[in-house]
C-alpha cells in the first residue's frame, strides 16, 4: 500500500500520522517537491509512484489527473476542509472514494479571523509600522462592541466564527442562502444586500468559486467596510475590491485565501489590506487534529485500519 502525501508540511510538527501510517504497513511516499504540486507534478508523482491512497492537501485533482492515476488510486483524503480542487464527479465516476476533515478547522479559522478583525479593528498594524520608523502614534480604534459583523455562510466556521464575535460584544447577522428555514440560527438572519448595507464588517465562511462581492455588492456597503476571507479568493472579485480599496468604500481587509497562490496581485500595493498565507489552519492543535483525522479517513477507505 503505497500512500502520497500532499501537503508540504505534512507531519512536521508532531510524528503521528506518519506513525499511524507504518503502523498500518503503508510505504509514504513524500511530496517530491516541497510545494503545492502544480497539475502535472501530481500527475506525474501519482503515476511514476504507482500511488494507491493520496493525503491531500490542494493540489490540482482534476478529472485528467485522476484518470491517469486510476489504474491504482483507489481513495483521496483531503487534510482540510476546501474541496474546490477536487473533481468529486470524476471521484464518483472512477470509484476513487474521497474525504474531507471538516470539523477540525473550526476552531482555528475563526480564531484567526477574530484576530485578524481585532488587527484591523484596533489599528496595530499601522502603529507597528509606524513606531518601527521612530514615530509615536495614538490612532483613534473602534472596540468589537462597536461592530456590526455580517457573517456569510453558517456552517461550521462561520457558526464558531459569529460565536466567538458575539462572544466579543459583536453585532452578528448572518447570511447562508443554503440554510434551511427552519434550521436553528441564534442570530438575525438577512440577504446579502441586507446585511452589506446594516455591517461595518463582512467575514466569508461560504463555499463555491463564483464572486460573491463585486461592484454592485461594494455599492450597497457602508464606507470603511472592513472585508475578511479566510474561505477562497473566488468569493471576492479582484478587480472590484480593488476599486472599492480606491474608493474607500473599503477601508480595511483581511485575505488568507487568494485568487492564484503564492500571490503576487494588486492587494499587495495596499497598506490597509492585511495579508496572511493561507495559514487559518497552521496550529498544531489543528494541524495535528486534521492530519490524523485525514489518516484513519484514508486508511478506512482503503480497507485497512490504523
Not at 102 to 131: F, G, I, Q, Y
Not at 155 to 172: K, P
Not at 250 to 271: I, M, N, S, T
Not at 272 to 299: G, I
Request: aromatic share 4%; hydrophobic share 45%.
Amino acid at each position: 500500500m503505497r500512500i502520497g502525501i500532499g501537503p508540504s508540511t505534512f507531519a512536521q510538527e508532531d510524528q503521528t500520522p506518519l506513525q499511524m501510517l507504518q503502523r498500518a504497513g503503508a510505504t509514504v511516499v513524500p511530496n517530491p517537491v516541497g510545494r503545492r504540486l502544480t497539475e502535472s507534478e501530481v500527475r506525474e508523482y501519482l503515476v511514476a509512484e504507482r500511488i494507491d491512497g493520496l493525503l491531500a492537501g490542494l493540489e490540482p485533482l482534476n478529472r485528467n489527473v485522476l484518470t491517469a492515476a486510476r489504474p491504482t488510486l483507489r481513495a483521496v483524503a483531503r487534510v482540510g476542509i476546501g474541496v474546490t480542487n477536487v473533481d468529486l464527479a470524476a471521484c464518483r465516476e472512477l470509484g476513487i472514494r474521497f474525504s474531507s476533515t471538516p470539523d477540525a478547522p473550526s476552531e482555528a479559522v475563526a480564531e484567526m479571523t477574530l484576530a485578524a478583525l481585532l488587527c484591523l479593528a484596533r489599528n496595530l498594524e499601522p502603529m507597528n509600522r509606524a513606531m518601527h520608523e521612530g514615530q509615536w502614534p495614538k490612532m483613534i480604534s473602534r472596540s468589537l462592541r462597536e461592530l456590526t459583523v455580517l457573517v456569510v455562510g453558517f456552517g461550521r466556521i462561520g457558526r464558531a466564527t459569529a460565536r466567538q464575535l458575539a462572544g466579543a460584544g459583536s453585532q452578528i447577522l448572518v447570511c447562508d442562502s443554503f440554510l434551511a428555514p427552519d434550521a436553528q440560527c441564534e442570530f438575525p438572519r438577512v440577504t446579502l444586500a441586507e446585511g452589506l448595507t446594516a455591517a461595518d464588517v463582512v467575514t466569508l465562511h461560504a463555499s463555491g468559486d463564483r464572486p460573491l462581492l463585486g461592484d454592485a455588492e461594494f455599492a450597497l456597503a457602508r464606507p470603511g467596510l472592513m472585508v475578511l476571507n479566510s474561505a477562497r479568493g473566488e468569493l471576492v472579485d479582484e478587480g472590484a475590491l480593488v476599486r472599492a480599496l480606491e474608493s474607500g468604500r473599503v477601508g480595511k481587509a483581511w485575505f488568507d485565501a487568494f485568487w492564484q497562490e503564492p500571490y503576487r496581485g494588486p492587494l499587495l500595493r495596499f497598506p490597509q489590506v492585511l495579508l496572511s498565507p493561507h495559514a487559518c489552519t497552521y496550529t498544531r492543535r489543528c494541524r495535528l487534529a486534521m492530519e490524523v483525522e485525514a489518516v484513519k479517513n484514508l486508511l478506512g477507505d482503503l480497507k485497512t485500519q490504523p
